[in-house]
């Protein structure tokens, strides 16, 4: 579960999607529930919204959204199930929905006793086949939720971008949504990162960091290529980077970052 309390109190909020009449109650501090190891989550700029990466258990890694501005109950707001131990990834596991506990089975989700809706990760990647993977491509076994870029100094195809990590392949990849968090494209960063265990960004540059576990060391993520007008890379600014941007602007939002500032 994720928890959404009062820091003065730690009271559940009158406004959390289970609230009851005593915010004291287990249920009336929850936001959302079925995650299985939440390691690393942030909070989206602006919207609000929760992006999740929850470390999975035999097969599959996530990263899951809860949407600010949803209603509390429906799928990807407030009060949203995302479904484990019953479900993982895209599919159902293999024991846990056959077992009959005596309360909160796989078959009472949804019910008053145990409310939310099943919602899907936003992407998934499989501990061993790639092809499985939604997008298809990424292998991976620690999901470790990342941050937003939020800054100017990195080009275009960074801003506003979600990156996020996996531990034991020691990758960084970004992803970008739309204003509905559906995905738009996601693309390769850094292949040896080191066992990146969090990345967050700095308060002032927006600068990213990250921390490498294995090395103990702290990483800060900078940009020292050409101008990020300079899309030629002939080192300059002029009517060649315009015309570079109207012949390529279908890959601005599809690859790696080679579209401009402005």
């Known amino acids: 579960k994720i928890l959404r309390i009062d820091p003065a109190t730690g009271h559940g909020l009158p406004d959390n999607p289970h609230c009851d009449s005593d915010p004291t109650s287990p249920r009336s501090r929850i936001w959302v529930r079925g ?9 989206q700029p602006k919207s609000g919204s929760l992006f999740i990466g929850d470390v999975g258990w035999n097969d ?33 596991t293999l024991d846990y929905p056959k077992l009959t506990p005596p309360a909160s089975g796989c078959d009472t989700i ?21 092809s499985l993977s939604v997008p298809p491509g990424l292998v991976g ?39 509905a968090h559906e995905l738009i494209n996601l693309f390769d960063f850094a292949t040896q990162a080191g066992a990146p265990v969090d990345i967050v960004a700095d308060p002032v540059s927006g600068d990213l960091h990250y921390a490498a576990f294995y090395s103990g060391e702290i990483f800060r993520i900078t940009y020292d290529g050409p101008g990020v007008a300079d899309v030629d ?14 012949l390529n602007w279908g890959e601005c939002w599809g690859g790696p970052p080679v579209c401009p500032a402005d």
């Open 35 to 43: 995650l299985r190891n939440p390691f690393r989550f942030c909070v």
């Open 60 to 92: 599959w890694e996530e990263i899951n959204v809860v949407s600010a501005g949803a209603g509390a109950g429906t799928a990807g707001g407030a009060g949203t199930n995302f479904g484990w131990p019953c479900r993982e990834g895209f599919e159902a």
């Open 110 to 130: 949804g019910t008053p006793s145990n409310p939310g809706r099943w919602t899907d990760p936003l992407i998934a990647w499989h501990h061993a086949r790639p």
């Open 141 to 179: 076994t620690n999901a470790i939720g990342g941050a937003y870029y939020t800054g100017t100094s990195y080009p275009l195809a960074y801003r506003g971008a979600l990156f996020f990590a996996d531990h034991v392949y020691g990758w960084i990849k970004v992803l970008r949504v739309d204003g």
């Open 233 to 246: 890379g002939n080192g300059g600014v002029g009517v060649d980077d315009l015309i570079a941007v109207i």
